[in-house]
């Protein structure tokens, strides 16, 4: 991606790499229709004309010191400016699943761990020093849902469609452990005091030798004393995803409800 605008920002250095063009180099969670738009995002500083090109959507914005930073010889966004910019284009839960991109982290004994491309105190800032930006309302209340250790925008919007039914937050970066301490599940989310994991299988989970690890997995966290949910995309879909009487059935049979902890609330 970094190749394919270089040029661009070659011929003007003064040139910034914003919003969804951004936010694809550094990998960070788009909704599917923005993400097919391979038009280029950039920006002169205000005080300057809008770059002016085919393919370019051209912008006027004024940037805060550490706003504007540098990767793989390009100039950018930083990850917190370029979620505050995706604020005036994205819906609500798309721009939550974006901030839980940008601030996923896992540790040590998570097979892959992850660091932040930035912080929820980072993006809290950054919403704080621009209170007359276009989208700004829209990200003070995404910033209120965001949360750490969603590895995908379906995860984020299974935690959103939850929560949002009165249903009690799941957690994230919860770690099941065999009976010497070894790591070996790691949920999408989890009612630990249920002892119920959420599996999301994507498209890839119908190839042959993904299904075979799936079912192993299962095996495994239901030998450990847990049940595992697997969460399908059509149970995301529509006004009333189905994901929500899924969890609901599962939570009400699994334990009273004194054990209902809200984490996150």
């Known amino acids: 991606m970094a190749d394919n605008v270089r040029a661009y920002t070659r011929i003007d250095p003064s040139c910034v790499l914003t919003h969804s063009t951004s936010a694809r180099i550094m990998r ?3 909704p599917a ?16 004309c809008k770059p002016r090109r085919r393919n370019v959507v051209g912008h006027q914005l004024s940037f805060r010191p550490g706003e504007v930073i540098t990767s793989d010889g390009v100039r950018l966004t930083s990850p917190a400016r370029t979620w505050l910019d995706l604020a005036s284009m994205l819906s609500e839960d798309d721009l939550v699943a974006a901030g839980d991109s940008i601030v996923v982290e896992h540790g040590e004994d998570f097979p892959a761990p992850r660091k932040q491309l930035a912080s929820v105190s980072d993006l809290q800032r950054m919403v704080a020093q621009h209170p007359g930006m276009r989208g700004v309302k829209r ?9 750490e250790g969603a590895d995908s925008a379906p995860e984020s919007l299974m935690r959103l469609a939850l929560i949002r039914a009165g249903l009690p937050e799941p957690s994230l970066n919860v770690v099941l452990r065999d009976g010497s301490g070894r790591p070996v599940v790691w949920p999408d989310a989890a009612y630990p005091h249920r002892r119920l994991a959420l599996q999301y299988d994507g498209g890839h989970h119908g190839d042959p030798d993904q299904y075979r690890r799936d079912i192993a997995r299962q095996r495994l966290t239901e030998s450990l004393g847990w049940r595992e949910l697997r969460v399908l995309k059509a149970d995301l879909e529509g006004d009333r995803p ?12 699994s334990s009273a409800p004194d054990l209902w902890p809200r984490t996150g609330s």
Not at 139 to 147: K, M
Request: aromatic share 8%; hydrophobic share 60%.
């Open 242 to 253: 189905f994901i929500v009487e899924k969890v609901r059935a599962l939570l009400t049979i």
């Open 28 to 30: 960070i969670s788009l």
């Open 33 to 48: 229709w923005l993400d097919q738009d391979w038009r280029l995002h950039i920006a002169r500083q205000a005080s300057s």
């Open 139 to 147: 990200a003070r209340l995404a910033l209120e849902l965001i949360r």
